[in-house]
């Protein structure tokens, strides 16, 4: 069989492994963070003034207005964020309302 054949059958028996709670068979997930996001798009996509999106996501209103005029740039952390609201809002209204 070939390399690519192989690396399948690697594949299936990892994933076999994992789904039979076999221990040392998790896998790392590797988050890509984006290095730039939209901040005033994701706010205007979700119809929400700066003020109402800012107390929804728990977010202060000055370093948002900072990020949407390009005057600062959201930390690692801010992307991480800001891109799970664009892309899951509910899940992390959810989660906040929850803490």
């Known amino acids: 069989m ?5 690396e399948l059958k ?3 028996r990892e994933a076999l492994a994992h789904a039979e709670g076999q221990p040392g068979t998790t896998t790392e997930h590797v988050v890509m963070v984006p290095n730039d996001v939209d901040v005033e798009a994701i706010r205007k996509g979700l119809g929400l003034t700066r003020p109402a999106f800012c107390r929804r996501f728990g977010l202060d209103v000055r370093a948002v207005q900072d990020w949407e005029q390009k005057r600062r740039r959201p930390d690692r952390a801010a992307r991480a964020d ?3 609201i664009a892309n899951n809002s509910q899940a992390v209204e959810a989660a906040l309302s929850a803490a």
Request: a neutral charge.
């Open 2 to 6: 070939g390399k690519f054949a192989d």
């Open 10 to 12: 690697a594949s299936m």
């Open 82 to 84: 800001l891109t799970v």
